[in-house]
């Protein structure tokens, strides 16, 4: 579905014109054209691929999907694909955003994602100045905005996080804790997959080779490496807090199974103590004193209470009952 398609000449808006219209706008100067589509059926994706002259290698990639974020160059247009990450309540939904990025056009096309980038173009237009730069300032400013969306995604699974935590200490919620752990650890690993690639690729747009569309916007890159790379770091850090967080809980567990162990033990010395002295007694010899004493049932009885009784109160004492 095409959201929009509108002209820029010297970084103001001139007009929305329709995808037949393109090639009429092309190669002007000063002027460039920003096209976003969103969910782009097969017609749509064959007729931007005619009017930009994309490669075929990249329109299967976004004719395919659930392609792994990258940053690739096609003659001089540069392609990349990031992902767009969306809580939907607890979860994370991963959607993907195809951008191309050409001296006189930019293409976003965004699957499976509701949440589109109208902020990212009223940005853009109050600043003239540096729209002036291009389609490579629109790249800059959609790849800002797609950075920034994910760190209340880190700050939400902190939340999360925390409410596990305040759990770990009770009794019987060990296995949930567990379950919700490992799935908080995936979803971090969601995000990890969705930057760790982009970091490679935003890396090389303000040192070294840089692509022609993007050479005069170094800082600013420069500026989403450092959001790309705190986003990671703060990632890394729940991991890490996470991973702390299974190791207290497994420990939990084996404190409480030690503590049942302990129980068990404990009333299984009383057993044992009071079987023993119920197997003496019990074995019948004809010459075996008190067997015909007529006290000596009772006393046999109190003598295994005392027992078991004395046992019991010092297994008490030591914490294990």
């Known amino acids: 579905m095409l959201v929009n398609c509108v002209i820029y000449r010297e970084g103001r808006r001139l007009k929305d014109i ?29 007729q931007v691929q005619a009017r930009f002259d994309l490669h075929e290698l990249a ?5 395919k999907g659930n392609q792994r974020p ?8 540069l392609f990349v694909i990031m992902h767009l990450l969306e809580m939907e309540g607890t979860e994370i939904n991963v959607g993907e955003v195809a951008i191309f990025v050409g001296e006189d056009f930019v293409l ?3 699957s499976r994602c509701s949440e589109g980038f109208f902020g990212v173009r009223a940005r853009a237009e109050r600043e003239p100045d540096l729209l002036r730069h291009g389609p490579g300032y629109v790249f800059y400013a959609l790849a800002d905005a797609i950075v920034d969306r994910y760190l ?10 925390e409410d596990v935590e305040a759990k770990i200490f009770v009794t019987g919620a060990a296995r949930e804790n567990v379950r919700e752990l490992y799935t908080l650890k ?4 969601i995000i990890r997959h969705a930057i760790v690639p982009v970091i490679e690729g935003i890396d090389k747009l303000h040192g070294g080779r840089v692509p022609r ?5 170094g800082e600013y890159f420069r500026d989403v490496f450092d959001h790309l790379y705190r986003v990671q770091a703060s990632a ?17 567990v084996t404190i409480d199974q030690s503590e049942v162990a302990k129980r068990l033990a404990a009333w299984a010395a009383i057993f044992a103590a009071m079987t023993t002295l119920a197997g003496i007694w019990g074995m019948n010899f004809e010459h075996m004193p008190e067997l015909k004493w007529q006290l000596g049932y009772p006393l046999a009885i109190g003598v295994m209470t005392v027992v078991a009784w004395y046992l019991h109160r010092r297994f008490r004492k030591a914490g294990w009952l």
């Open 236 to 252: 890394e850090a729940v991991r890490e807090m996470i991973i702390t967080a299974i190791n207290v809980n497994l420990a939990m």
């Open 108 to 110: 976003s096309i965004r």
């Open 70 to 77: 990258k940053m690739e160059e096609y003659d001089d247009v």
């Open 152 to 161: 209340p995604i880190i700050d939400k699974l902190e939340t999360q996080l």
């Open 59 to 63: 329109i299967e990639d976004v004719r």
């Open 18 to 46: 329709g995808l037949d219209e393109v090639g009429q706008w092309r190669r002007q100067p000063g002027t460039f054209v920003w096209v976003a589509l969103h969910d782009a059926t097969a017609e749509e994706l064959a």
């Open 213 to 217: 569309v993007v050479q005069e916007l």
């Open 186 to 189: 995936q979803k971090v690993m």
